[in-house]
């Protein structure tokens, strides 16, 4: 049993396609599934087109404005009947055959995820230093591999991530919140690689407000679950930026304002580390609270 979610913003060129092979794949693979369409106020064809759809599996929620692709897949995954909830995308990124391929690890993983492989997922010259920078910020964080931290392929259990609905992003950057999330709380993740194509149509992500969006929204997590592990890591930053100021200073400048840089950067290792102490220790405090222990 399975529910599939799709969010839809002007996908008028693909979305047809799109519900013809997740439908084939669906019918071949499993006795009792749905198709939750969420169309996210397109204002193209899209809704014509989907209201042509003649599914009686396939449920469409209308939002009458853009919302964001984070609100559509939370609306979506409220609306399932199943615990089992695969995420894909509408615009031809990914192959449905996949959604069968990530189900093998289902329930024994509480999430799996289709690590992106391919030309098209590598190619980008300033995307892939932003991919680099937050994996490698969600693995210190998480102290585990993370392959793909925000695949548009996945499957999750309804009744784990709806715990935690109030802490995902609403926007572009929702599987980015969602995979912080499960990690962070120590939930079992798989990954599996899966071929990444060339969308259909036009992209609607925004590279740099959304990458910085998605940057901001990575902090914040790292710093409401594993406050410390963030602290600690500007703690140290701080330090050695301090050291290599100050050793630059004293075999090339030898200037006074530089020395005093160089001071308080390394001085500042220690306050820096002690608030993240206290912000550790009031998270243990906040959990303690909801979980009813004194």
């Known amino acids: 049993m399975i529910s599939v979610?799709?969010?839809?913003?002007?996908?008028?060129e693909i979305i047809s396609n799109i519900l013809r092979q997740v439908s084939i794949e669906l019918k071949n693979s499993f006795?009792?599934?749905e198709i939750i369409l969420v169309n996210d106020?397109?204002?193209d064809r899209t809704a014509e087109i989907i209201k042509a759809q003649n599914d009686d599996r396939m449920l469409v929620i209308t939002h009458p404005e853009n919302m964001g692709y984070g609100k559509s897949l939370l609306d979506g995954i409220i609306a399932a009947k199943h615990d089992c909830i695969a995420i894909i995308d509408a615009d031809g990124s990914y192959s449905p055959k996949d959604i069968r391929r990530l189900y093998e690890y289902y329930p024994q993983y509480d999430m799996v995820v289709g690590a992106r492989r391919g030309d098209e997922y590598r190619s980008g010259l300033f995307k892939r230093p932003a991919r680099?920078?937050?994996?490698?910020?969600?693995?210190?964080?998480?102290g585990r591999k993370v392959e793909d931290v925000n695949s548009g392929i996945r499957i999750i259990k309804k009744s784990i991530i709806l715990k935690f609905k109030d802490s995902l992003c609403a926007g572009f950057s929702f599987t980015t919140t969602c995979t912080i999330?499960?990690?962070?709380n120590y939930y079992f993740v798989k990954y599996l690689p899966v071929l990444y194509f060339k969308r259909e149509g036009k992209s609607k992500i925004k590279y740099w407000r959304d990458t910085l969006r998605t940057g901001q929204i990575i902090l914040e997590s790292i710093l409401y679950y594993n406050p410390l592990k963030l602290f600690l890591l500007l703690a140290i930053c701080n330090g050695?930026?301090?050291c290599v100021v100050g050793v630059l200073n004293y075999y090339l400048f030898r200037a006074d304002f530089l020395s005093i840089m160089s001071a308080i950067c390394i001085a500042s290792f220690v306050p820096i580390f002690c608030t993240g102490l206290i912000a550790n220790q009031l998270k243990k405090t906040r959990d303690s609270g909801k979980h009813g222990i004194d």
């Open 31 to 33: 006795k009792e599934y």
């Open 41 to 43: 106020g397109s204002t």
């Open 5 to 12: 979610v799709i969010p839809v913003y002007n996908e008028e």
């Open 240 to 242: 050695l930026f301090g």
């Open 132 to 142: 680099m920078l937050f994996q490698c910020l969600v693995e210190y964080a998480a």
């Open 181 to 184: 999330v499960f990690l962070l």
